[in-house]
């Protein structure tokens, strides 16, 4: 008997094995991937004054319609100072 007539069975036959751990999908659920809302006005800014930046980005938002619901999120995060980049020294060389 020939050697591939013996591996077509062990084969099928480990398939038949791993195919029962399969899971089945999931059923759809309503929701269960839906993408989230598109964003009407996003806008970031630095400044030190975060009070008077937020006033002016307020100015561009949309108007809101009265049959819908929004969320609004503010964050005010401080930066860390800018690093001082070293001016690189260009002198000549004595002897050039």
Do not use: W
């Given at each position: 008997?020939?050697?591939?007539a013996?591996?077509?069975?062990?084969?099928?036959?480990?398939?038949?094995?791993?195919a029962?751990?399969?899971?089945?999908?999931?059923?759809?659920?309503?929701?269960?991937?839906?993408?989230?809302?598109?964003?009407?006005?996003?806008?970031?800014?630095?400044?030190?004054?975060?009070?008077?930046t937020?006033?002016?980005?307020?100015?561009?938002?949309?108007?809101?319609?009265?049959?819908?619901?929004?969320?609004?999120?503010?964050?005010?995060?401080?930066?860390?100072?800018?690093?001082?980049?070293?001016?690189?020294?260009?002198?000549?060389?004595?002897?050039?």
């Amino acid at each position: 008997m020939s050697c591939k007539a013996l591996i077509l069975p062990l084969l099928l036959g480990s398939l038949l094995v791993h195919a029962s751990d399969i899971q089945p999908p999931l059923p759809d659920r309503p929701g269960a991937h839906m993408p989230p809302p598109s964003v009407l006005y996003q806008a970031s800014k630095q400044s030190k004054d975060p009070q008077a930046t937020a006033q002016e980005l307020f100015k561009n938002i949309p108007a809101a319609e009265s049959d819908k619901r929004y969320e609004v999120m503010i964050s005010v995060r401080e930066l860390p100072p800018q690093a001082i980049r070293a001016q690189p020294t260009t002198a000549p060389l004595k002897g050039q």
